[in-house]
Structures are given as structure tokens and as C-alpha cells.
């Protein structure tokens, strides 16, 4: 193993599909139209020096290194900014080039410290580099002149020294080494779209400034670490590498947050892990990152990390740490108890989104084929199982259509109950710089969102009521059915027409125009026309959704809208278009595909078809039950009345992440043997008789796959901690319970995934190493994946269109609760915020804060800063107010990545018709100035901290 | 500043195609319409044609705006019109085009006002500006001031220019204080070879004229092995 070092090519590469031949250094060399001769001679093997230019942004042509002779032309041009012609004769080396090169280097040293062998970068610096390259030998200016480099010149206090700035809790900024080669602005600009960077002052005195010349953390920068990247220099370098050292060598893996899926290069020493550095042939993040998967991987070594199992009787009990043996065999022996005693269907068992594809697929497995039930679940009912019923309903499968690349094809986007710039950054910098080329954003949702904002990118922004999604998009269908929009051709072909027909119909009557149901939706119909035009007719659209679409009462008609837009418009089947569902964490998409749900095995099929659950009995060489098993909602249900006693938790903290936790509470603590399998004592923990410690991405082999159906390889770069990973666990789980399955590698767990499930066939590790990742359906028809889906038609045949009514929601505002709540993230936190919370990023989100519109609080008396107490019907909590006109008046919103926030006490049981994903979007809420914490808070935290007594261990004397 | 190509009139203003004219250009129209593209182009010579407002400045007894076809030697235009200098002592040196242009010595004075034959002779006509000095000028004082025009000017974005331009004027200050300057001297060839070839734009790639044409027309202003400074200028301080 050694160190992965990618090849820097100094320019992005060309789209143009033109070729173009000439000679660099004597070879012939053929590229695309627009590469730029650096890029050419890089392809050729040859590397001219260069500074200031890096492939992820575009040529600058600042530091002045790369100059080549073209013969026939004058002077010597910048290779990086010289783009390639047919038949040039360019040489990279000459006298004069020599010449050139060292004099510039010799400026630049003349103006930085000779401190190599003490600098975090030494070893991985392109200065130190170039000054090799070019052989600087001497610096003749000598080091007394003017300079950026001591504090003091001549006894006297140097004004053009800054300090290191270290307020970033990942990176420092030494001023001192930098050479002002802007990549890290343009890094800031180009890649992440954020625009905090910028060179103040000019001539000697420019330097690279965080806003107007403040501190990183003080300034807009959301510490994506593309600066960091981008940096040649010591200047911007992690401080993990400032404490440990060069990495020495890396692995290539997947983070393990969202669903973008960004790939990373775990640079490590030994088991240490150095650094977390983008993977430029990632092809879901093309090397970019944000600020949870680049630097919040604290956590995995948190000190409140649990790595050994524990067992209690009662949960007022503190928890006794035990042997993996006595935990698996405690647990097995409740299970088989509680089977005997309430029958075979009282247990049952939640996978995680957080956990592999192999591991989720193999607690799947054990509750069919163990427990012999299939009372299976997972969490992704609380965020996408309206995408999942929706779109495979209308199109025929129940994910997205496209690939991430798609976005760089797209005209018009329309991004609806989604904030990426928060949840799905890496994805949020790839549209930004789409849009920032010209294509048109149109935005619905209740609150201004970061998206609506971002810098030099201009949004039409539908502030809609929450809970209408459903009417608006009947609107913009309306619109596009009424002024003649459709896209004929492309709906007679592809879709059933007269199921069209009658949807058309439905959609044209004038009760769904804009201007009728402008007074429930609160959008003006001026701008919803605008919207429907743009989108129908402004080129190739496509639409991004998230949970704002699906954590409704109508989530699953949401969805169907949406694809019903998609299809009356044509904008799907090519890249560039589609519908794109924004999953929220890094493999609810792997966790719905490999059979989480109580009805459907692997692959999506119902586990009453008797052909399929007779593939998986001979395979698993045990009996299913043809039933489908219970949901989440309902086995909380049946615990309360006391049939369901026993819940094997892998990776989800259910407490904290559904909805209305009163409830959540009432049934767990209603159970006989709660396993919860876990990094941390969570907030589900509390209520658990096993404690199962889990092991985190770095300590395991797996794949995840992302929202773009991207399946890629985790990869193992430590011993866990715990002592083993997750999918061994379950394997001993089972085992204990008397049901064997025989892995070593989770390679062949995929291997028997593949077998089994017709989308998967053509995958496997040996693929996934070589092509880097695949994207389902991989097959015998697609043996390299399937990047856009419904190319030429769609899956199920005829695309369906389906009338979509609106029901307002039962969620009601009326006098008592006369403000509509609904919840999202942010960007530095990651779900409930168990990870995030133990790494440093809580610099940026100490605390959920409620969003409240400068109206409703003066209203109510409520100052910025202010505890208020937030009820509704279901219960109430406090916490801090938030003053902001990015709500309108009416709406209040709030994250939940706090627990001491608990605001899920607050949210209600109403659900999504067809798939029980709860209404987390909407809850009609009060708000009133309060004291501090509210008394359930408070019992809350009594309870848990009571809850997470671990008992002291007695050493046998000897 | 960015890298051209794309040129301006390919990729200009807002990303467009843009066009750019300075007010020469538009000086010259009117004649033009009036009398017709022969015309004026039958003024100047060899490939400088039509004619070219010069701005007479410095010390120079007639000083002003003359407009004159191409073609003239300096020598016509700085005694003959300007009528010598203002002091009435000898004219020493001449800088032609502007704070980045060539200082030229009197033995240059039959160099034809054109823009291949400067050219020809390491100078610029660059916007027509012509600043006369008299014997009393200290040229190693006016090589500093280039760069440290330069130095005050600069943008920052490339590496010869903006590090470049400080470091000259500290280079050249070490020669004036006669700090090893044969030694010093090569560097200042050095940063000039650096500046005029490796600079990004106009203004560090023409700071180098200034500076090597004070140093190869009047060397002995700059000391070193040639003795201090010429008697001449340690009686005219
Ligand atoms: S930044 Fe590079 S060149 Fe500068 S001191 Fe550090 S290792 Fe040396
Ligand atoms: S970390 Fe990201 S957002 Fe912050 S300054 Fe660097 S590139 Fe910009
Ligand atoms: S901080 Fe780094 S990337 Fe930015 S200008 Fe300085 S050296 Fe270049
Ligand atoms: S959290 Fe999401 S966007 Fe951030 S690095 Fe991880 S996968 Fe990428
Ligand atoms: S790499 Fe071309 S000018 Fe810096």
C-alpha cells in the first residue's frame, strides 16, 4: 500500500469532441479541442512546472512558471492559458525557459521562510516541488527586503506580517506562506460555489482574505476544505496533518454521511488516519467534499464511544459491560423467550441507512430467516418511502433517474422541498456552478433557503405555504396544460395517452389554476406561470426534491406530481433531465434496495410471490413466512398493546429520529429486550436491555450506494475499535439464535445479493475496484451500470400519469395553534446529530434554534435570543428563538440535531397515505416566551442520564 | 488582468465580444471620413502610417501636444520642435512612450519616429509621450523609479510584477549605496529578462525598457567598478 498520488493535469479537462494534434517536446500528441497545451503535455507524461494552476479550476496564468516557446510565435506563453491548435511546435524546455523559471522562483522564495524541515507540508508541497524542479540554488535578493515572512524586520514591527489564523476548528491559514497564487479563492469560487475567499490589496501587499479581511470561522466559509485542497502551499493545511505528519499511505473509500456518496482518499499513517481527502475520480463528488465528510470524522474515536457490549435486565438498571458471548447469548435467550411466550411474530428488527449494503441485507436476513417473520424496517420510511412508492408507480422504479454528472447538462432546475446547499452540498457546488453558467433556478419552498441565496446565481423563489406542495404542482401542471406547453410527441410515445387524457383534463379545470389556489398555497400566480413556462419550455429541466416533497401527509401524490411534471414536459430518459430525489443519508437507497421493507425482499418483490421467496429459500436453505411483517408505526402500535416485546436496532437512534417520541417512548419502554447496535449510548440506548457496540465506516468492508443509485466500496483502513464490524455481528447475533450464516468477506455477501436480485446481477467487488462504482440496474443488458434510467422508454412500459388531488392536511392551524412548523438541517450537522455533535463542527451549530419571521415574534414578544416554549397538539419543548425573514410570517422552522431539543416531541403521527412516512414538514404550532427547558425536557434528561450509568467493573482480587 | 487569448474582441466585457479603442483611434476618424483612408495612410512610414499626436513634457522648452506624421527622428521632434530644454543646458536623455517606455541617449537621436525603428533599437513609441531630461538627471535614480512605478501599479496576480517590482527597487537602492554592484547588476539584468518575458501584462513586461536602457545607454550612473558616480551629478545635488 502506498500513497495515492493523482495526477494534477493543471487544467479541467475539455468537453469538446473535436480533436486537435500537435508536437510538444518532439511527440506527437492528439487531445480535444480547448485543452490547454499544459493539460496535452501532462497527457504525454510530461509535467511543466506550474504554480498557480490545478485541474479543478480554471486556468489563471498568475505564477508565471509554466511558460513554453511556440515556435513561429513570439515571447513565451503560459502553457496553462495557451490552449492547444492544430499543428503547434511547443518546447517545454529551453536556456531561456530555465532562465525564465528560476528567476521567477527566486522571487518567490526571496519572500518566504526557508523553514522546510519544520513545515506541515513538507513532503507534500508544490513549492518546495517547483523550487527542485526549476534547481533554485540561491536567492540573491537575500531575506532583509520587504516581506510577508517575520514579524519583525530590522527590530521594527513588520506591518505586512499577519498571524496564523487558526479559528477554523480543521484548518490553519499562516499567512506568512503564502504565494498569492489565488487557488484557494478560486477554489472557493469555482468548486464550491461560496465566494468567501478574496485577494485584498494589490501589488506586494495582496493576500488572500476570508471576507473583508476577517477570520475563516468569522467569515461566510462553510470550511468545505477545497481551499485546503487546492493550496500548494503550507498555508491552508489541516491541522490534523500539523499535528501527525505526512500520511504514508491512503485507501480509497466512501463517506458515510449523506446521500451524495463523495469518495475519499483516507490518508493515513499506520491505523491513524491523517487526513479524509476527496477522490477526484469519485464520480458522484469529481473530487470536491464538504465540511462533515472531509473533517468530522472525529467521532469514530470520540471518547464516549462504546466498544464493549453491555446487558441489563431492566432499564432503570445501569448497564454491565459483558463479554461478546454473554451479550450475544443474554440477547438470543430474551428473543427465543419472548418468541416462546408472545409467538414467533413479537420480535422484529429496524436496519440502519447509516450501515452497509451487505449489512443491512444480512439483518434483513436474519429476521426472515432467524426470527422467521418479517417484521423488518428501516428508517428510510421516515424520509423516502414516498419516493420510492411514488415514482415506481408512474415510472416503474422507485429511484433516481440520473447521475450526478446529469446537473451539467441541465437548463432548468427546480428544486423543491429541498435545501442541498445544507444537506447535499457536494451536489449543491455541482449545480451552483451549472447555474452559474447560465442555467435558470426555480425554487419552492417555505423558507428562503441558502440555495435562493447563493452567490451570483438568481433563483425564482415560490414561497408555498408548507403543506401545499400538492396544489402547486397541480398549478404549474395546469399552467403547462392550459397554455399548450405539453410535449406531445414525447407523452404519445412514451406514456399512456389516455391516462393522460384524463389527467390533462383534471389538471386544466380551473379550480387548480394559480390564480384560484393562490389563497391556500400563498404563491403569487404571476410567478408560478413564470415558473411553468420556464420549466416546460426553457430546455432540458430537471427536478431535485427532498424531504420537504415526502415528509408529508401527501408525500406520495407529491412525488407522483412530480412525475407527472417530468413526463407532460418531456424531460426525461437523457441526461440533463429527470426526476432526482435528494436522499438524506449515505444509503437509504442501499437500505431500501436490500429488502427493508416488511413486504419486499431484496430488489423490491413481494415476499407473497412465491417464485422469488423460493430463490431465497433454496439459497438461504430455510422456510420464509409469505406475510409481509410490521412496519415501524406499527410495531410502536403492537408494543403498546403488547404483542411485539423484542427490537433489534442496527445504526439508527429511532428515539430521536421519528416522529412524535412520546409515543416512541411509551412503546420501548413497553418491550422486553430492546438491541440496540450502536457507535454511542443513543437516545434509543436509553430504553435498551443490549448494547451492541458497532463499528464505524473506517473499520469495515462494505458498499453504500448513493441517491444516484451509485454503488461504491467501503473500504476497511482500521481494525475496529470495538473488535468487530457491524455485519460480523449480526452474524454472531445469529448464530446465538441458532440461524448460521457463513461469510468472511462481506464481498461474498454481495456476491449472493447478486445472485439473488436481478438489478445486481453484474455486481461485484472485483467490478467495483475496477470500474470504481456502478450504478444499478447492473446487468447482463447494462454490464457497467446504468447511469440515466428510462433511456427510450420507460421501465414499467408506459409511463402513468395519475390525477393527483389535493387534500389539505388534517395538521390544521386554527386559533390555539396559528403557526405552521416544519424542520430541515443544516449543513455542518448531520441528521440527529450523533456524529456531528462529537467532532468540532459544533462550532458552527451549538444549539437547534427556532426560526421565527420578525412579524409572529414581535407579536408575541419574543426577542432574538429568547427561550420560547414551541407546542402543539402533540406535546411541547423550548429552546431559542431565531429572528429571520428567511421564514414568511406564519411559518416557523427548526432543525433537529440536538436532543436536548427534542423536537420531534413536537411533531404529530399524522403520516403520508401510502407509505406512513410521517408529516415531519408540518405541524401547527404556538410559541410563547418562556423560561428555559420545558418539564419533559427536563424529566427527559433525568431519565437518560440515569439510563447511561454504566455499572463500574469489580476487579477479582487475585 | 487575465490571460489573452481570448482577445477582447472574441471574449470581452461581460464575457462578449467587446471592441476597445483608445482616443487616438478616435482622434484619427474624422480626417479619415473627410479625406478619405488614402489619405491619411499616405502619411508616416514604412508600416507606421498616418500621423500621431506627441506629447513634448519634461524639461523642454516648448512643451505640448503636436500632431506629426510618422516618421520624424526624435532628434527633429526634441530640438527642432520642442526648441531643446527648458534649462538650457544639454538634453541627456529622452524617454519615449510613457513611465514604461526606453530612455534614449542624444547618439539615438536619428531614430525616426516609427514604430519598427524604435523597436529596433530596445525602445517603444507606446502612447507618444516624450520627457526630456539635461545632464543633470541621475539615471540609476530613474531605473528605481521604474520600479517603483511598477511596485505602486502592479495588480499582484503575476509573480514577476509583484514581487518582482519591490525587489528592483531594493536591488537598485544596493547599487546606489555602491553594495557589491557588479553582483547587484547582473541580478537587475536577471529580473528584467524575468519581468519582460515572464510578466502577465504590459506593465511588468515594459518596466524592464526604463530600467536596461538607463543602465545600457548611461552605465556610468550606476557605479561600481566604473567609480562612483560621475563628478557631474555630485556638483549639480
Ligand atoms: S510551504 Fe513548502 S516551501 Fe514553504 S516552508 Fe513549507 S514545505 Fe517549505
Ligand atoms: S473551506 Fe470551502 S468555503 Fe471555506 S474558504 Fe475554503 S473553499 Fe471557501
Ligand atoms: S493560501 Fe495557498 S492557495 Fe491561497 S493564495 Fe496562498 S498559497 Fe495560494
Ligand atoms: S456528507 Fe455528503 S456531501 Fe458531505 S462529504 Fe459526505 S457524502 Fe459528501
Ligand atoms: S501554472 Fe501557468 S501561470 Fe501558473
Known amino acids: 500500500m502506498s500513497l495515492i498520488q493523482e495526477i494534477d493535469f493543471g487544467t479541467p479537462k475539455s468537453k469538446s469532441e473535436a480533436m486537435v494534434t500537435l508536437t510538444i517536446d518532439g511527440n506527437q500528441i492528439t487531445v480535444p479541442e480547448g485543452t490547454s497545451i499544459m493539460r496535452a503535455a501532462m497527457e504525454a507524461g510530461t509535467q511543466i512546472p506550474k504554480l498557480c494552476a490545478t485541474d479543478m479550476v480554471d486556468a489563471f496564468g498568475s505564477c508565471r512558471l509554466c511558460l513554453v516557446e511556440i515556435e513561429g510565435r513570439a515571447g513565451t506563453p503560459a502553457s496553462c492559458t495557451t490552449p492547444v491548435m492544430p499543428g503547434l511546435v511547443v518546447h517545454t524546455q529551453s536556456e531561456r525557459l530555465k532562465k525564465l523559471r528560476k528567476g521567477v522562483m527566486e522571487l518567490y522564495i526571496s519572500d518566504h521562510p526557508l523553514d522546510c524541515l519544520t513545515c506541515a507540508a513538507n513532503g507534500d508541497c508544490e513549492l518546495q516541488d517547483m523550487a527542485g524542479a526549476v534547481g533554485l540554488r540561491d536567492v540573491r535578493y537575500g531575506y532583509e527586503g520587504d516581506n510577508h515572512v517575520f514579524a519583525k524586520s530590522n527590530g521594527e514591527a513588520n506591518a505586512a506580517w499577519m498571524p496564523k489564523d487558526e479559528s477554523n476548528p480543521y484548518f490553519t491559514y ?78 480509497v473509500t466512501t463517506c458515510a454521511y449523506c446521500g451524495v456518496g463523495c469518495a475519499f482518499k483516507a490518508e493515513m499513517r499506520g491505523e491513524e488516519v491523517v487526513r479524509m481527502v476527496p477522490w477526484k475520480d469519485g464520480k458522484a463528488n469529481r473530487g470536491h467534499s464538504c465540511v462533515k465528510g472531509r473533517f468530522a470524522w472525529g467521532y469514530t474515536t470520540h471518547k464516549e464511544r462504546i466498544l464493549k457490549p453491555m446487558i441489563r435486565e431492566r432499564i432503570e438498571d445501569p448497564w454491565q459491560e459483558v463479554s461478546w458471548d454473554e451479550a450475544f447469548n443474554f440477547a438470543a435467550a430474551k428473543f427465543k423467550g419472548i418468541q ?30 432467524g426470527f422467521g417473520n418479517n ?59 451549472r447555474l452559474r453558467q447560465g442555467a435558470k433556478l426555480i425554487v419552492l419552498d417555505p423558507r428562503r433557503t441558502e440555495m435562493v441565496e447563493s452567490p451570483h446565481v438568481k433563483a425564482l423563489h415560490l414561497p408555498l405555504m408548507p403543506g401545499t406542495n400538492v396544489a402547486v404542482l397541480t398549478a404549474l401542471a395546469h399552467v403547462i396544460v392550459t397554455e399548450g406547453l405539453v410535449d406531445e410527441a414525447f407523452v404519445r410515445e412514451r406514456c399512456d395517452w389516455s391516462e393522460f387524457e384524463d389527467w390533462a383534463a383534471f389538471v386544466a379545470e380551473p379550480k387548480h389554476s394559480p390564480e384560484a389556489t393562490a389563497i391556500m398555497t400563498g404563491v403569487d400566480p404571476k410567478d408560478l406561470r413564470e415558473a411553468a413556462r420556464i420549466y416546460a419550455t426553457g430546455g432540458n429541466g430537471a427536478i431535485y426534491y427532498g424531504l420537504g416533497v415526502t415528509e408529508h401527509s401527501q408525500g406520495s401524490t407529491t412525488v407522483i406530481a412530480i412525475a407527472n411534471l417530468a413526463m407532460v414536459t418531456g424531460n426525461i430518459g437523457r441526461p440533463g433531465v429527470g426526476v432526482n430525489p435528494l436522499r438524506g443519508q449515505n444509503n437509504v437507497q442501499g437500505s431500501c434496495d436490500m429488502g427493508s421493507f416488511p413486504h419486499e425482499l431484496p430488489g423490491y418483490r413481494h415476499i407473497s410471490g412465491d417464485a422469488v421467496r423460493e430463490q431465497f ?29 423484542g427490537l433489534y436496532v442496527q445504526g439508527e437512534d429511532i428515539l430521536q429520529s421519528d416522529p412524535n417520541t412520546k409515543h416512541v417512548v411509551a412503546a420501548l419502554s413497553a418491550m422486553e429486550c430492546v438491541i440496540v447496535h450502536d457507535l454511542f449510548l ?31 466500496r467501503v473500504r476497511k483502513v482500521m481494525t475496529p475499535l470495538n473488535g468487530y464490524a457491524d455485519w460480523e455481528v449480526t452474524i454472531m447475533l445469529g448464530k446465538a439464535m441458532g440461524f448460521t450464516m457463513n461469510y468472511s468477506h462481506p464481498s461474498e455477501i454481495m456476491d449472493e445479493i447478486a445472485a439473488l436480485t436481478p438489478t445486481f446481477t453484474g455486481v461485484s467487488y472485483a467490478k467495483l475496484d475496477e470500474l470504481g462504482s456502478v450504478q444499478w440496474p447492473c446487468n447482463e443488458k447494462a454490464p457497467e451500470g446504468t447511469p440515466v434510467m428510462h433511456i427510450g422508454g420507460f421501465v414499467r412500459g408506459k409511463g402513468k400519469f395519475i390525477i393527483t388531488e389535493y387534500i389539505a392536511t388534517d395538521e390544521r392551524t386554527g386559533p390555539r395553534y396559528p403557526l405552521l412548523l416544519t424542520t430541515g438541517r443544516i449543513l455542518s450537522q448531520y441528521n440527529v446529530g450523533a456524529q456531528t455533535r462529537r467532532t468540532e463542527n459544533v462550532v458552527w451549530h451549538a444549539e437547534d434554534r427556532l426560526e421565527i419571521h420578525p412579524h409572529d415574534a414581535e407579536q408575541r414578544g419574543v426577542r432574538d435570543g429568547d427561550w420560547v416554549r414551541l407546542a402543539s397538539r402533540a406535546g411541547e419543548t423550548t429552546l431559542r428563538a431565531l429572528i429571520t425573514d428567511r421564514v414568511a410570517p406564519g411559518v416557523v422552522y427548526t432543525t433537529f440535531h440536538h436532543p436536548d431539543t427534542q423536537a420531534n416531541v413536537i411533531t404529530t403521527d399524522f403520516s403520508d397515505w401510502a407509505t406512513n412516512c410521517p408529516e415531519y414538514k408540518v405541524t401547527a404550532v404556538q410559541i410563547s416566551p418562556s423560561n428555559g427547558p420545558s418539564d419533559w425536557q427536563k424529566a427527559y434528561d433525568e431519565q437518560a442520564r440515569n439510563s447511561r450509568r454504566i455499572a463500574p467493573v469489580v476487579e477479582a482480587a487475585e | 488582468m487575465r490571460a489573452k487569448p481570448p482577445l477582447p474582441a472574441h471574449k470581452g466585457l461581460f ?142 496576480k503575476c509573480t514577476p510584477c509583484r514581487i518582482g517590482s519591490t525587489r528592483g527597487v531594493e536591488t537598485i537602492n544596493k ?50 567598478d566604473l567609480g562612483p558616480a560621475p563628478a557631474r551629478l555630485q556638483a549639480a545635488e
Not at chain 1, 351 to 366: H, P
Not at chain 2, 193 to 202: E, H, I, V
Open chain 1, 174 to 251: 499562516d499567512p506568512s506562506k503564502c504565494i498569492v497564487c489565488s487557488r484557494c479563492v478560486r477554489a472557493c469560487e469555482e468548486v464550491q460555489g461560496t465566494f468567501a475567499l478574496t485577494i485584498s490589496g494589490r501589488g506586494f501587499d495582496s493576500r488572500v482574505s476570508p471576507g473583508m479581511s476577517e477570520s475563516f470561522l468569522g467569515s461566510e466559509c462553510v470550511s468545505c476544505g477545497a481551499c485546503v485542497q487546492a493550496c500548494p502551499t503550507a498555508t491552508l493545511t489541516e491541522k490534523s496533518v500539523i499535528e501527525i505528519g505526512q500520511p504514508e499511505h491512503s485507501v
Open chain 1, 682 to 712: 443513543n437516545e434509543t440506548a436509553n430504553y435498551a436491555h443490549v448494547f451492541l457496540p458497532g463499528s464505524t465506516f473506517l473499520e469495515k468492508d462494505g458498499t453504500f450506494t448513493n441517491a444516484e443509485r451509485r454503488i461504491q
Open chain 1, 617 to 645: 429459500e433454496a439459497m438461504w436453505n430455510v422456510k420464509l413466512n409469505n406475510e409481509p411483517g410490521l412496519r415501524i408505526p406499527n410495531m410502536f402500535d403492537a408494543a403498546i398493546e403488547g404483542t411485539f416485546m
Open chain 1, 375 to 433: 417484521n423488518v424496517d428501516t428508517c428510510a420510511r421516515v424520509c423516502h418511502s414516498p419516493t420510492g412508492y411514488g415514482l415506481s408507480q408512474t415510472f416503474g422504479t422507485s429511484a433516481g433517474t440520473q447521475d450526478f454528472d446529469s446537473v451539467e447538462g441541465t437548463d432548468v432546475v427546480l428544486i423543491i422541498g429541498a435545501n442541498p446547499a445544507s444537506a447535499h452540498p457536494v451536489f449543491a457546488s455541482r449545480l451552483k456552478k
Open chain 2, 175 to 224: 547599487i546606489i549605496n555602491g553594495e557589491r554592484v557588479a553582483e547587484n547588476l547582473a541580478v537587475i539584468e536577471d529580473l528584467c529578462n524575468t519581468m519582460k518575458f515572464g510578466s502577465l501584462c504590459a506593465l511588468g513586461g515594459f518596466t524592464p525598457y526604463p530600467v536596461m536602457s538607463a543602465l545600457k545607454h548611461f552605465r556610468e550612473d550606476f557605479g561600481g
Open chain 1, 340 to 369: 416462546q411466550k408472545y409467538g414467533r411474530d413479537a420480535v422484529g428488527g429496524i436496519t440502519s441507512s447509516r450501515c452497509t449494503n451487505e449489512e443491512t441485507y444480512l439483518v434483513q436476513k436474519l429476521i426472515r430467516g
Open chain 2, 15 to 156: 464575457g462578449r465580444p467587446s471592441v476597445i479603442n483608445n482616443v487616438l483611434s478616435f482622434a484619427a476618424i474624422p480626417f479619415i471620413l473627410d479625406n478619405g483612408a488614402k489619405a491619411y495612410a499616405d502619411f508616416g512610414m514604412g508600416r507606421s502610417r498616418g500621423t500621431m499626436p506627441i506629447q513634448l513634457a519634461g524639461n523642454i522648452r516648448y512643451g505640448g501636444l503636436f500632431e506629426t506624421a510618422f516618421g520624424a527622428t526624435l532628434g527633429e521632434l526634441v530640438d527642432e520642435i520642442g526648441g531643446g530644454t527648458f534649462t538650457g543646458r544639454e538634453v541627456r536623455a529622452v524617454q519615449v512612450g510613457g513611465p514604461l517606455g526606453a530612455y534614449f541617449p542624444r547618439a539615438l537621436f536619428d531614430t525616426p519616429f516609427d514604430y519598427e525603428a524604435f523597436a529596433a533599437r530596445d525602445g517603444l513609441i507606446g502612447h507618444g509621450g516624450i520627457v526630456v531630461f539635461d545632464d543633470t538627471v541621475d539615471m540609476v535614480k530613474q531605473a528605481r523609479f521604474a520600479m517603483e512605478f511598477c511596485a505602486i501599479e502592479s495588480c499582484g
